[in-house]
């Protein structure tokens, strides 16, 4: 086996170097051109990739150093479920690198990782065009530089989790194939496995692809392939149950926390258009990634043309062409038919970066390209020349005939280079027909127009990135890194038993998982939907399902009830309780004085609190009151009164008003003074009307020399306005910006009684637990009075076990959001356990279907050895 791997290295390593490394390279000079390399100013991250992706690879980071679970993550919005973090962004083969970075140089990782995978994808599509097409040698490199460097891989490179499909989608149809053709199963069950490990996103996708694709091909030969069907069933069967060890605990926790089933509303997709599937196909097309997007499908226009050769060959049979040209038709329809293209997407509406099974139509033009490559002979030239002039007209048709306002994205020099490009290829094969050139140097001629044109493409789909999204400079990710680590790790060494962390200048909203502390702030697809549901209804913003949920602007309450010791801030938080304790660069760490620990002990009646909808403070002094015994009323409304306001029309409307800006694109500056009372915190509520009109809409509040930016649309209400210890009279102001209005209810002052805040504290911390938290458990001894509830603010999931005293006990879920455990009076030590929901008979599978798919293939292959004669079998050897 050693011998005959040596040897086809030896014969192939110039074709599987060059397919690994055109494609890298190409991506290294364009990143080159944009001002991205190892250490630059600039980084690759765009998009989530600054937000999400950076933050959740410096993640794994730690856990690979062994600072973190792999199980559970306590760095992440009060607590989440880790290992469905992994399943989701981290799967896959090259994540692990970031292991010889250190976090303040991600970015360098994301870029390595980047390049590795698209290199990796064209040399696994080699692999599949050497075992699949009889071709030239350099043809099999000449059709995985195209793939690797498809439209949309390229233009939505910077969602680093998606790339891994486009390796292992080859490696399937060529395991597919190996097993029909060959009746070796082994490629296809390994590959599907790494797949769905990898991504389970994309590889339902694939795996959706792959079975018509089998379907298609066994059709094309029913008496053959039909006896294929079972091992097929097997093999999938079989690799989908051992991937569960990743797969199933990611399902369980979606299904729990997840977004709901998209209803469909209506018939044909938004945005797309009749000649939509003609104009991504030209060359450096791209249009955006957000909303109202098409799908990207080019993958080069040499394959193109081969992928029409194959259907107008004579040489192909017509059954063939029906089989795979229907293929087509189906990823051609979802485009076009709105349940369709929800069905690709699991029934759940995409967040932007739309038609994201667009790649698997790529795939099929570049796999019948190498079909038809395989079939072209010297007499084709007729049909090979019709078809590359029909594609000239259509495009041709296509520009004229588009609209002025259709397709304005689409610059005339793309028609220009697409055409020339045409041209090139068309006066490459007349040479060879002519009999001016051998095939080889046609090949090689054509793989440098194929590089060529794979380069111009890319230029314009990473240069469309810059222009719609932006490549964050490096230095909004690094250089904050050594003060803030600085700090979190000052509050790591003063403390033993866990607490919370919040930045009020963060560099992202995910700055927790990556530096390492616990907060409140998230933003990810994995999210603890229930826990985030109620903390919006205790004032932290995290509307609808929960993808984001943010810390700033809440009151002191929500900031003692999550254990809030620590904020980090550039300023002065003007937080009663809060005191400076150290600095380090432009931060400060201040310490809250009436942090409450991750347990405290309630009464029975805990679970029947009152939660007024859509009334956080009510909400909020209902709990506290519930939690401590007392009957306060903490909040009192204030009326401000405007003293001056620059670019700023108000309209009153009722109970509500909006501020019109007068002078387009100039903040709207609004003056506010208030009489606020002795011994108050007090806060600015700017509750929104429509918070959908106010995306790109910012606050920044600005009082006795302090100035806070918020993002209105996703951050809380209670915008901080100090505290007073001697009444005062107040003045401060808000600078609105980003839209031309912004509506809100009636603005009011809140002021928080600190003097009724502090006593109801200390009686909630009179009956706190102390817990500390190591890995995936937590800790602790409380000393109950008489019989009652142990309630953490550790968000609910139904991985926790609970351990009194040694024995297992129920948890019980307070308001869906947080445990808790029913304690008896008495001392007891207290244990929290966290194994994710369905890794155990995930990992019970894994053992099983691996174990199965070995025994399968013995089995399988001892009758063959049995039928063939011993001297056959022998001759056979030799």
Known sequence: MKKKMSTFIKENWPYMTASFFIPFFIMVIVYLSLGIYPGSSRSVMASDSFSQFSNFHASLNNVLHGKQSIFYTW?????????????????????????????QNIPDALYLITLLKIGSAGLAFWVYAKNTYKIPKWGHVMLSVPYALMSFATAHSEIIMWLDAFVYLPLVILGINRLMDLRKP????????????????????IGVFSFLYFVAKTLTNWSVYKKRIIPYGITSLLAGGASMILVLPAVLDLR????????????????????????KNMIGVYDTTKYGSIPFIYVGLLPLIFCIFYFVSKEIPRKNKLLFGS????????????????????????????????FLFSFLVVMLAGFGLEKFKTDDLG??????????????????T??????????????????????????????????????????????????????????????????????????????????????????????????????????????????????????SSIRNRHSSAYLNELGFRSRGTGLNIRYPNNTLLMDSIVGIKYNISESDPLKFGFTPIDSAGKFSLYENSYALPLGFLADEDIYSVKQPENDNLTSQTELFNALSGQDENYFTFYQPTIIDKNNVKVEQNGTSVTYRELQNNVAKDITWTVDVPAHTQAYLSLFPTDFNQLESSTATMSVNGVSQKSQINITGQYYNIGYYEEATTVTFSVSFYGTTAVSFMEPKVVGLDTQAFETSLQAIQDKGAELTTSGRKALGTVTAEKDQVLLTTIPYDKGW??????????????????????????????????????????????????GGFILYVRITAKPKLALVPPKTRKRRKR
């Open 383 to 400: 049909l090979l020349a019709g078809s590359t002039i029909m594609l000239i007209a259509v495009f041709a048709i296509a520009e004229g």
């Open 186 to 205: 082994t490629l296809l069950f390994v590959s599907y496995l790494l797949l769905f490990i990898s991504n389970f996103y994309m590889g339902f996708m």
């Open 256 to 279: 729990a926390n997840g977004e709901t089933l998209t209803q469909v509303t209506q018939l044909k997709t938004e945005a797309t258009a009749f000649w939509d599937i003609v104009m």
């Open 402 to 523: 588009k609209g002025a306002t259709s397709y304005d994205y689409i610059p005339f020099t793309a028609f220009i280079l697409t055409v020339l490009f045409l041209l090139l290829y068309l006066a490459g094969i007349v040479f060879y027909q002519l009999k001016k050139i051998p095939m080889n140097y046609l090949i090689i001629l054509l793989l440098l127009l194929v590089s060529s044109e794979a380069f111009i493409n890319t230029n314009a789909m990473l240069n469309g990135i810059l222009k719609d999204w932006n490549y964050a400079s490096r230095s909004l990710y690094s250089e904050p890194y050594p003060a803030i680590k600085q700090l979190v790790d000052r509050t790591k060494k003063d403390n033993d038993s866990f607490y919370r962390l919040e930045n009020l200048n963060p560099v992202s909203a995910n700055d927790s998982i990556n530096y390492g502390y616990s907060g409140v702030s998230l933003f």
């Open 327 to 358: 293929l087509f038709i189906i990823l051609i329809a979802s485009f076009y038919i709105s349940p369709l293209n929800l069905f690709w997407h699991g029934m759940h509406a995409p967040n932007m970066f739309l038609f994201r099974y667009s």
């Open 75 to 103: 760095n992440a919005s009060l607590g989440l479920n880790y290992l469905s973090l992994i399943s989701y962004y981290l799967g896959g083969l090259f994540t692990p690198i970031v292991f010889f970075f250190k976090n």
């Open 801 to 850: 076990t609970a351990y009194v005293d040694g024995k297992k006990v129920p948890t019980k879920p307070f308001k869906d959001a947080f445990v808790s455990v029913p304690v008896s009076a008495g001392e007891h030590t207290i244990e929290f356990v966290y194994l994710p929901e369905g890794f155990v008979p995930g990992v019970i599978l894994f053992i099983v279907c691996i």
